[in-house]
């Protein structure tokens, strides 16, 4: 057992802790709102290969590993940095994994950053999938429907909504225009993986959001009084911290367990990567929820920047499903499909 | 980044599960509930045959020298089947923190014969007035020459009646500060001054109340500093503070799978395809795997020579209230049929649910309360202020 990081990681992590300083503070953050884009950001993050590094060498990518990718996120929780990253790198492995000719047509620009592709993480229901992460912002969005694999053009094809986390999501409709780009069961198999890939790296996003507004709420009892103490010295608060410090530990190792187990444990990926989701969306709910009830008033008032992980943690998370759909992922997982 | 126990800690796993198989046999898994005693002398001398009653010291003490991964890999399987293990816990956490601090005489005389199976070693820490504030202990010793005298009482002082030792805590110093007056003894419980008086406790484990009337012991027995006994404490309760229940979860949800795999709800639908019961055990499942994710990390920096001086308590702390939340949500899904006790013949998977429900309202209170790790996750990881 070792759950150091290695040397690389530990300058991939700085790498992108780094930036999101500088390119994602709370003011920025802020200006994104509503549509949760910053085209600055973005471009910063394509030099650095936020795209690249996410898709295997032979694809023209970089090979950068699941875990790699779980601790950038994390760092991109922490800072709500306002960009599609999760998305972007789980379409491209996606289309490298479809391998079909119109798949790889579609990787380069994607790769090169001329083209920003994401992925409709539920199915397509009355041809429109709904609720489509980065779709707002996107140039086109890997759809699945029916027992194909498409790709859309969103341009005409997509109704932004404003969302409780400002996040720069659209429905999108599956018109003509669509291009299939794989079929049948071993593409939907792929799509179902990719799924896999988003909810184990949003978990490690949710990560960070919940680890953020923690540390959040910890300066803030320690320094805020009432009834001449610091209110951090109240076991009422205090323990409700200490509950959420030991979540969000839980749950990040869970996202490094599922992370690593995609290559070195696969029959057990799939439900690992269900249960880090599930997990840390809890972790993340009950640890922005909290800090923000200990502001007290001011956790109310939009200036302090607790709210904006609670909003965050919501959204990123009920994107995809309710919790028990959730669990019931994991139960698919670990039990098979429901008989009867 | 690698979540494995190692190839060393697998093949010690298999090993103490073929052993297990053997030696745990249902005649004595029937004696163990039926005493309430988590101590079996026979089981004890197998172990020791085996040199497993402590496989984590070092070879020159009688021990195997194995690492804290291969331990744990172990004791996951032994807390799996509730082997009994509480003595030998007890016996091997005091023969450590004498190994720690003691005298070399006191190293001569106690950890060879606690290695050896030899001697039973029990704590003796709350009172009836001193729990989780267990340094306002005031069973008192007085010191008479060579020796103190000891008078007071202890509580939950389990397998006091079957142990030859009881490591003490006394107040010597009624004077000072709380933490100040506080000295640690090796009592011997062979004595007259000493009684142990049953307490049955609701899942069925026998503990006691020892009563200490003019009980005496030598000052060569003393552990540690006159007055400088919470240094020990601290030692001891950090030890105590270890460890999880990751296992009985395990074990637990094991039972439930079983069950929802057999049984039909009223309209002939196996249980495992109904959607809430597999939402329900999936949620078990991910809690156990966290609470496993949380006591290993705890061993493994115990490996790397780190004292988890805010994630033992994580550990300890969420995998026991798992182990609840579980035995509750699941008493809950089975409805009626989960009241029925464990050992009865018409029990659902032999009662394992009844147990759980028993039994982990213990791992919540033993080795520290919930709220007791809250406050050194708290304090001590999280560095919050002080309550007032």
Same mark, same amino acid.
């Given at each position: 057992m070792d759950l150091r990081l290695s040397a690389e990681q530990e300058q991939l992590v700085d790498a992108f802790a780094s930036l999101f300083a500088k390119e994602s503070s709370a003011e920025r953050v802020r200006a994104a709102?509503? @549509?949760?884009? @910053?085209r600055a950001l973005w471009a910063h993050l394509l030099e650095l290969g936020v795209v690249a590094m996410a898709v295997d060498e032979p694809a023209g990518g970089w090979g950068a590993s699941l875990l790699d990718l779980a601790l950038v996120a994390e760092q991109q929780g922490r800072c709500l940095a306002p960009a599609p990253i999760v998305e972007t790198q789980v379409a491209a492995r996606l289309l490298a994994a479809l391998g079909t000719p119109e798949a790889l047509t579609a990787i380069g620009p994607a790769l090169a950053g001329e083209r920003m592709v994401t992925l409709a993480v539920r199915p397509v229901r009355e041809r429109v999938a709904g609720l489509v992460p980065a779709a707002a912002v996107a140039d086109d969005a890997v759809v699945v429907a029916g027992d194909r694999v498409v790709l859309v053009p969103l341009e005409g094809n997509r109704t932004a909504v404003q969302n409780l986390g400002a996040l720069p999501v659209a429905d999108v409709t599956v018109g003509s225009g669509a291009t299939v780009l794989a079929s049948g069961p071993s593409a939907l198999a792929a799509h179902s993986a990719a799924v896999d890939e988003w909810m184990l790296l949003t978990a490690g996003a949710l990560v960070g959001v919940g680890a953020r507004a923690l540390e959040i709420g910890i300066d803030y009892v320690k320094e805020r009084k009432a009834f001449g103490v610091p209110i951090g010295s109240f076991q009422a608060i205090s323990h409700r911290l200490a509950d959420s410090a030991t979540a969000i530990d839980g749950a990040r190792l869970l996202a490094w367990e599922a992370a690593w187990a995609a290559d070195a444990d696969p029959d057990r990926a799939p439900e690992l990567a269900a249960m880090a989701f599930a997990f840390a969306y809890e972790a993340a709910r009950d640890s922005t929820y909290r800090s923000l009830h200990f502001h007290g008033g001011y956790g109310f008032m939009l200036e302090y920047d607790i709210q904006l992980y609670y909003r965050r943690a919501r959204a990123w998370a009920n994107l995809f499903a309710e919790p028990g759909a959730v669990y019931r992922r994991v139960a698919d997982r670990r039990y098979g499909a429901a008989g009867g | 980044m690698d979540f494995r126990l190692g190839e060393k800690s697998d093949a010690f796993r298999a090993e103490a599960r073929a052993f297990l198989d053997r030696e745990l046999t249902p005649e004595l898994v029937e004696r163990v509930y039926r005493s309430g005693v988590a101590h079996d002398a026979a089981f004890t001398r197998k172990l020791h045959e085996r040199g497993w009653l402590a496989p984590g010291w070092p070879v020159e003490w009688g021990g195997q020298g194995r690492d804290p991964l291969e331990v744990m890999a172990f004791s996951e399987e032994f807390g799996k089947v509730h082997a009994p293990m509480y003595g030998i816990g007890t016996t091997m956490m005091v023969a450590g923190i004498i190994q720690l601090i003691g005298t070399a005489q006191q190293k001569r005389a106690i950890i060879p014969r606690a290695l050896g199976g030899e001697i039973v070693i029990v704590l003796g820490f709350s009172e009836p007035e001193a729990g989780s504030d267990v340094a306002a202990a005031q069973t008192r010793a007085v010191r008479d020459g060579d020796e103190w005298v000891i008078n007071g009482q202890k509580m939950f002082t389990t397998n006091g009646h079957v142990a030859d030792y009881v490591f003490l805590l006394t107040r010597t110093n009624p004077d000072a500060p709380k933490h100040k007056g506080l000295t640690m003894f090796l009592v011997p419980m062979d004595q007259p001054g000493i009684e142990a008086q049953a307490v049955f406790t609701l899942s069925g484990e026998r503990t006691n109340i020892t009563y200490y009337t003019d009980a005496r012991v030598s000052d060569d027995w003393r552990i540690g500093d006159v007055d400088g006994g919470w240094s020990a404490m601290t030692v001891s309760l950090q030890l105590e503070h270890q460890g999880g229940f990751a296992s009985q979860s395990e074990a637990l949800l094991d039972h439930l799978e079983a069950w929802a795999r057999r049984t039909t709800d009223e309209w002939g639908r196996a249980r495992i395809d109904d959607p809430d019961v597999r939402g329900r055990l999936a949620r078990a499942a991910t809690e156990t795997e966290v609470a496993r994710l949380l006591q290993r990390r705890a061993a493994w920096m115990a490996h790397e020579g780190v004292t988890p001086e805010g994630e033992g308590p994580m550990a300890k702390l969420f995998s026991s209230e798992a182990l609840e939340r579980q035995a509750q949500d699941f008493a809950e899904l089975v409805g009626p049929d989960a009241l029925r006790s464990y050992g009865d013949p018409t029990a659902v998977e032999g009662g394992a649910i009844e147990h759980a429900l028993r039994f982990s309202l213990g791992t919540t209170i033993y080795g520290g309360t919930s709220e007791i790790q809250r406050t050194i996750v708290a304090q001590r990881h999280l560095g919050l202020p002080r309550a007032q």
């Open positions: 709102e509503p @549509d949760g884009f @910053d | -």
